[in-house]
């Protein structure tokens, strides 16, 4: 009996087959690096140039971002259309959740660091990989779960 062993994929072909795999998660990744883009962007202009306080600065661009965020998850990666209105709310409180993530993270590096306008910044941006998951845990198994038919 002579058997052939299949060839081993090419490290491009395993690549591609991960990113279909985890298509779901690779779109998450890039509508959140938008939105965290949109988020970070106007902080930083708030925070740095409207000198608005971090509070406020933090309050702004994160539900900009939010918005943002549900409305192309819902359309292009998650494709849910039915129970928006409840599916926005879900969306909002994983938000505020991760909103309370964040802003508990710019505290806690104000707190370490002397320069209070750097630490708000950094702690910003620390915040993010940290939200990041929490929020994709929650909005992928309960925000934007298929319902039944």
Same mark, same amino acid.
């Given at each position: 009996?002579?058997? +052939? =062993?299949?060839?081993?994929?090419?490290? +491009? =072909?395993?690549?591609?087959?991960?990113?279909?795999?985890?298509?779901?998660?690779?779109?998450?990744?890039?509508?959140?690096?938008?939105?965290?883009?949109?988020?970070?962007?106007?902080f930083?202009?708030?925070?740095?140039?409207?000198?608005t306080? =971090?509070?406020?600065?933090?309050? +702004?661009?994160?539900?900009?971002?939010? !918005?943002?965020?549900?409305? !192309?998850?819902?359309?292009?990666?998650?494709?849910?259309?039915?129970?928006?209105?409840?599916?926005?709310l879900s969306?909002?409180?994983?938000?505020?959740?991760g909103?309370?993530?964040?802003?508990?993270?710019?505290?806690?590096?104000?707190?370490?660091? =002397?320069?209070?306008?750097?630490?708000?910044?950094?702690?910003?941006?620390?915040?993010?990989?940290?939200?990041?998951? !929490?929020?994709?845990?929650?909005?992928?198994?309960?925000?934007?779960?298929?319902?039944?038919?």
């Amino acid at each position: 009996m002579n058997t +052939v =062993e299949p060839q081993s994929l090419s490290l +491009v =072909e395993k690549v591609q087959q991960l990113l279909h795999t985890h298509q779901q998660l690779v779109k998450y990744v890039l509508i959140g690096g938008t939105a965290s883009l949109i988020d970070l962007m106007l902080f930083f202009v708030l925070y740095n140039f409207v000198h608005t306080s =971090e509070l406020v600065a933090h309050s +702004v661009s994160v539900p900009t971002a939010v !918005v943002f965020s549900f409305l !192309v998850n819902a359309r292009h990666n998650f494709k849910t259309v039915d129970h928006s209105a409840l599916r926005f709310l879900s969306f909002c409180i994983v938000c505020a959740i991760g909103f309370s993530i964040g802003y508990c993270v710019i505290l806690a590096t104000q707190s370490v660091l =002397e320069s209070q306008a750097l630490a708000a910044n950094v702690g910003k941006i620390l915040s993010f990989p940290i939200v990041f998951v !929490v929020q994709f845990i929650l909005n992928s198994r309960i925000t934007f779960r298929k319902t039944a038919a």
